[in-house]
């Protein structure tokens, strides 16, 4: 099917193709709510799909109408939905829909509808394989989208295929490769790690705690790569303690680290010009001696203290509201 | 409550105005909301509705002829009768007494249904022509397999928001037979994530507004419902949403996005809903929704960009919960009902008259 160049086309209401169906205008009462001035060439397309939907036609001219509302009109819902039931019923070619949709995926990226429309599409064509670089490709775009991670990981879900999992972390590798902070990057990994059910075993945890606490040392106040690293504990149910070495290397000021000491590999260090101490460290930290109980709390709320006054005031009244809560709770 | 330093005023005869202005009409380069019209309408009657402006800003011929208008939205059929977004899918309905019959092109829309419920609200219409058992069978036909809620029947794109719209119009109706509750409780939960917000579907990342939608519909639930979450899963969605907060005092809606002013409603609204108002940064945010204001009117998502609805209404709806301790008077809103998303006199309307006709 060719694609419909708009501001060339033809008036429906000129084509002679189209002189046998009558159109139906849209009623408005006198008043109505936030009426949109339409175009004359939306106008006339909606009259004639309302007229199609009267008559109940499904044809090929029906593919050329919807096509041509949808293009001025993506969100359109009831276009799309009878689209797609022509394409069933006239028994059209799926591939060259899905060729259609790519270019409409690539424009209206943020539209629900297109990607809906493609998700049905798929579930008759289940060919997921070539979807995979076509979302990466798309994913240059704007790549924080959400439809299109949404998308993304349906496709994983639904299909359940090796082939298409172990596509994922590279993705994801050379997408944090760009940018450390992408959160939509981390919440992938999440998912394929840990959410596909089976390989998370002590192997896979000891991996990713390592990829995390490296790109922590990275960028020591990237939230993403700290809630990921507590994402695998909680996951787990290993103890934050686990990780209080780590930690305590982020919490001071990076004057104070020893440039020469040995170098941990369970432990990376900050980067050279991190800006430090880091916040969620000092989160993380004191979330370990708040777990200690009596011992520890003394030093949490020293922490939670630094975070109230100096290194995150925006968010004064959560840590006072923490150390008010760890405070009644403990004994005296 | 803190005080805000500085603090310009809040623009509310010039949001008003906006509101006006989009209720009267939209541009032709905005025909995307063709098929979201009666959410425009509801962003724009609530932003009038919070600022208690309402009977001075509009005329009775208005509020008649609205109220109208939305009835004709009305649309019975197969599947139960709910509100269609606007006459744009087709069938005409001349006769608001009766709902409208649509095809399977043209039917109610879940989103637009509530929209359209509390818009008829804001504007006190009697819902005498309400069809209750045909509403209760949309929402039942709505919902899926899995526990989520289409936007029109059969259509399968389920998402929490459709939840969340399910739930408030149960609550408002007083009648929850239109939902089986631990399917949809289950959706909810298998929508959220190690962060501790919700996705807007599952494996999806945490997000505000979908947060917002799960904590809203866990709480509307009615009694004998399952435990929304354990008390170590409160604490961790209370951490989550208070780091969406930046240090523009906005809200952004994932982590290390940038704020955005409708998300100072959606993470906020789900703090107020878990029990963690108190711990929001008001002063900060409001200086942030101050900054949104655009100068002829209306609030936009960010410093500098244009206003619309959605954000207009939204910002008002944050700062109405927030309530700000500040003497200038023009930061005065009508109280809002956090879980329902309208002001508490419009929800005791709807309440009174939606529930009083089962």
Redo the contacts between chains.
């Keep these: 099917m060719a694609p419909v160049d708009i501001a060339d086309s033809v008036p429906y209401s000129e084509r002679p193709e189209w002189s046998d169906l009558t159109p ?1 205008a ?14 004359p060439d ?1 106008k006339d397309a ?1 009259d004639y799909f ?1 007229g199609v ?2 008559t109940g036609e499904l044809s090929p001219r029906v593919l050329d109408l919807t096509e041509t509302i949808i293009r ?7 276009a799309w ?2 689209r797609y039931q022509t394409l069933i019923a006239t028994k059209s070619s799926l591939a060259d829909e899905l060729i259609l949709t790519n270019e409409l995926t690539r424009i209206y990226l943020k ?2 509808q297109v990607w ?1 429309h493609r998700r049905l599409l798929l579930t008759l064509l289940n060919d997921p394989l070539p979807e995979l670089p076509f979302i990466e490709e798309i994913l240059k775009v704007d790549v ?1 989208n ?1 439809h299109t ?2 998308y993304r ?2 496709l994983l ?1 639904h299909y359940n295929r090796e082939d298409m999992w172990v596509q994922e972390l590279p993705l994801v590798e050379r997408l944090l490769e760009e940018d450390v ?4 990057a ?3 990994r ?2 394929v790690v ?2 596909r059910g089976g390989a998370d075993g002590e192997d896979t945890v000891r991996q990713e705690l390592a990829f995390v606490k490296e790109k922590i040392a990275l960028a020591p106040n ?3 790569a700290w ?2 690293l ?2 695998i504990l ?2 787990k149910h290993l103890p934050y303690s686990t990780q209080a070495d780590f930690t305590k290397l982020y919490v001071v000021s990076s004057i104070a680290l020893n440039e020469e000491s040995v170098v941990d590999l369970e432990n990376p260090r900050p980067s050279k010009g991190a800006q430090l101490p880091s916040a969620a460290a000092i989160e993380f930290l004191a979330d370990v001696y708040e777990a200690e109980g009596e011992s520890g709390l003394s030093k949490a709320v020293e922490l939670w203290r630094s975070l109230a006054d100096e290194h995150d005031t ?5 840590w006072e ?1 923490r150390i008010r809560e760890a405070t009644v709770a403990a004994p005296d | 409550m803190s005080r805000p330093a500085h603090l310009p005023p809040l623009n509310k005869s010039g949001h008003v105005a906006h509101c006006n202005r ?2 009267a ?4 380069s ?9 959410a ?2 509801y962003y ?1 009657l609530g932003t009038l509705d919070l600022t208690g402006l309402i009977d001075q800003k509009i005329t009775v ?2 509020r008649d ?2 109220r ?3 009835w ?1 939205q009305q649309a019975g059929g197969l599947y139960g009768t709910g509100f269609r977004p ?5 069938t ?3 006769n608001q007494n009766i709902p409208a019959e649509y ?4 039917t109610p ?1 879940l989103i637009m249904t509530y929209c359209a419920l509390l ?1 008829l609200a804001i504007l006190r219409d009697d819902f005498a022509r309400l069809d209750r058992p045909g509403l209760l069978k949309f929402i039942r036909s709505c919902q899926d397999i899995d526990g989520s809620f289409s ?2 029947p059969g ?1 399968s ?1 389920g998402d929490l928001r459709l939840t969340y719209c399910a739930f408030a119009i149960s609550s408002l109706l007083q009648d929850w037979s239109g939902i089986n509750v631990d399917n949809a409780f289950a959706y909810v939960k298998n929508c959220r ?3 501790g917000g919700y ?9 505000g507004g979908p947060t917002y939608c799960a904590l809203a519909s866990l709480h509307l639930a009615p009694p004998g419902a399952p435990v929304p979450f354990s008390s170590t899963e409160r604490k ?1 969605t209370e951490r ?1 949403l ?2 969406t ?3 523009t ?1 906005g809200f952004s809606g ?4 940038l704020a955005d002013a409708c998300y100072c409603f959606w993470c906020s609204a789900a703090l107020d809903i878990i029990g963690g108002k ?4 008001t002063a ?1 945010m409001a200086a942030f929704l101050a900054d949104c204001q655009y100068k002829f009117g209306g609030i936009s998502k960010a410093p500098g960009e244009h206003p619309d609805p959605y954000h207009t209404y939204l910002s008002s709806a944050a700062l109405a919960i927030a309530g700000l301790d500040t003497e200038d008077a023009s930061w005065g809103l009508q109280p809002l009902d956090t879980l329902i998303n309208s002001t508490v006199p419009t929800l005791q309307w709807a309440k009174g008259h939606l529930a009083a006709h089962v």
């Design positions: 139906v849209q009623y408005e009462n006198i008043q109505p709510l936030a009426p949109i001035f339409y175009n939306y909606t309302r939907v009267k001025l009109n993506p969100a359109h819902y009831s939905q009878y539209t629900y809906h924080k959400y991670w949404s990981q349906w879900a902070r992408n959160n939509s981390w919440h992938h999440f998912f840990f959410e990237n939230l993403s809630n990921y507590r994402g909680d996951h925006i968010r004064k009244k959560y509201y | 989009c209720l009409g939209l541009p032709a905005l025909v995307e909301m063709d098929s979201s019209r009666m425009i309408a724009c011929t208005d002829s609205w109208e208008w939305i004709e606007s006459p744009v899918t087709g005409e309905n001349r095809t399977d092109y043209s829309h818009s936007t029109t259509a794109d994530t190690y962060e996705g807007q579907t599952p494996f999806g990342e945490a997000i961790q989550w208070l780091h907060q930046d240090a005092g994932r982590t290390n996005k108190s711990l929001i940064n900060a």
